[in-house]
């Protein structure tokens, strides 16, 4: 079996998006947060700090890896797998 580039195992993922986010994040918690250690910790890019410090989330393009969850030293995120059939799919070339 030939080994696969990370770009090509990267362009072999597919998302299918459910309208309900699979992840929610309580924001009033993220205010007092001084790390945001979210926005270097995943892996697909989805948390972002705009110019006032807010955080932004997109749950589209997750690779539903658990890791924000882990990191977030406050609680602040609600996360479930999306439902059956929805979210990230790996291909195998
Ligand atoms: S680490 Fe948690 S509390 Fe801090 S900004 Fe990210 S989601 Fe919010
Ligand atoms: S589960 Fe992983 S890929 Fe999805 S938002 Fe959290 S850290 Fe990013």
Known sequence: MDILSVEKRLSLVRFRI???PHIVIDVSKCEECDYKVCVKACPAGLFS??????????YE????????RI????????WEYPPGGFGVSLGFG
């Open 18 to 20: 459910h309208e309900k």
């Open 61 to 68: 393009g997750c690779f539903e890896c658990g890791t924000c």
């Open 71 to 78: 990191v977030c030293p406050n609680e602040a995120i609600s």
């Open 49 to 58: 700090i705009d110019d006032e410090g807010r955080l932004h989330f997109n």
